[in-house]
């Protein structure tokens, strides 16, 4: 316990900066649920569902997308697409609508959880992260290695939250906008290529997060990339072309 004065002080200060944050990302998540979240049907024709239990009284949900040209003999990498708000279904096809359905990832299989019981994917413990990725590899013909994970909003923190739970699965990050949070950069991230993106519009509060985070990350890991997403604030509109985020990703990351 603190014995002196100051200690206690900043301690309340820390205590009390990060409850101002934590508001901040609530007000913001509980802001995107007034969107609607319109998706054509055809967007979703090839999107698959699993369920499966990990408590007596608790199961994940995951939509899938296979690639165009799918494979069973053969193994593939996997991008993990995290969504925002607490990843209902709704959010989910949203998200795959607008971030997570690009030309550059025609080879991956494209993973995305639902909130488990209605909570934020940012609020996984590494428990159930390590239970979701076990339950991919076991029914999913994936690899054990090389994959990417993107997130945006509360999946853009749980992004490093899986990173930092399986640090050996990944070779990179995408967030549209998302942060460290509490997740120390690790060493066996040196090998990570990193790309924050954010919205031109967006809230000041993410896009310093996203600054911090690339202050932190230099030095550490592979390539780390700011990337400004014109016109577009904290949600990411149908109309925005994705490729452009991807195609900064992959074509820095060759």
Not at 42 to 65: C, G, M, P, W
Not at 68 to 75: C, F, H, I, R
Not at 93 to 100: D, Q, S
């Amino acid at each position: 316990m603190p014995v002196t004065v100051i200690f206690r002080n900043t301690n309340k200060v820390l205590a009390l900066k990060k409850l101002t944050y934590c508001i901040i990302i609530i007000f913001l998540s509980l802001n995107s649920y007034g969107q609607k979240f319109e998706v054509p049907d055809s967007i979703l024709n090839d999107v698959k569902s699993r369920q499966f239990e990990y408590t007596h009284t608790a199961s994940f949900n995951y939509k899938i997308v296979y690639p165009t040209n799918y494979d069973s003999l053969k193994s593939y990498r996997v991008i993990l697409g995290l969504s925002g708000g607490n990843a209902n279904e709704k959010i989910v096809n949203y998200c795959y609508y607008t971030l997570f359905d690009s030309k550059y990832l025609d080879d991956y299989i494209t993973i995305m959880p639902l909130g488990p019981s209605g909570r934020p994917l940012s609020e996984m413990d590494s428990d159930e992260i390590n239970l979701l990725v076990a339950d991919v590899i076991k029914n999913q013909k994936v690899t054990t290695n090389n994959w990417i994970v993107a997130g945006t909003s509360m999946g853009g923190l749980a992004a490093y939250n899986f990173a930092s739970a399986r640090p050996e699965l990944f070779e990179g990050i995408i967030t549209f906008p998302g942060g460290l949070g509490d997740n120390k950069v690790l060493e066996e991230w040196k090998h990570y290529n990193i790309l924050l993106a954010g919205g031109e519009l967006d809230e000041v509060d993410w896009i310093n997060s996203n600054n911090k985070t690339k202050l932190k990350l230099e030095g550490k890991v592979k390539n780390v990339e700011l990337f400004t997403i014109e016109g577009q604030g904290h949600i990411i509109s149908p109309d925005y072309d994705i490729d452009k985020v991807y195609s900064k990703y992959f074509e820095i990351n060759k």
